[in-house]
Nanobody, 120 residues
């Protein structure tokens, strides 16, 4: 089955860190740009970060710049999102998506999501 699988979410206190993983199953991520998106209750889905297939280019939403870092390890067929200095407003379900290029919709492949809750 061709799919993306997110992991690494959980409950963390404000100021804490989490690392999310997006692993591909049944296909290789080498040729795909990978984006992280999030959706909080009652809000629209928003793009968080994206990394090109080469890994040479990344982009971030203004709300996470300087706090989140996206990276990829093609040998492990996995993309990561390191999240530091987490804030309550980062609480959401985080999804990863794959497509040929970074963009607002990256649903050639899509994961089931992982919950991130930032709360004291």
């Amino acid at each position: 089955q061709l799919q993306l699988v997110e992991s690494g979410g959980g409950l963390v206190q404000p100021g804490g860190s989490l690392r999310l993983s997006c692993a591909a199953s049944g296909f290789t991520l080498d040729y795909y740009a990978i984006g992280w998106f999030r959706q909080a209750p009652g809000k629209e889905r928003e793009g968080v970060s994206c990394i090109t297939s080469s890994g040479l280019s990344t982009n971030y939403a203004n709300s996470v710049k300087g706090r989140f870092t996206i990276s990829r390890d093609n040998a492990k067929n996995t993309v990561y999102l390191q999240m530091n200095s987490l804030k309550p407003e980062d609480t959401a379900v985080y999804y990863c998506g794959a497509s040929w290029a970074c963009g607002p919709t990256m649903d050639d492949y899509w994961g089931q999501g992982t919950q991130v809750t930032v709360s004291s």
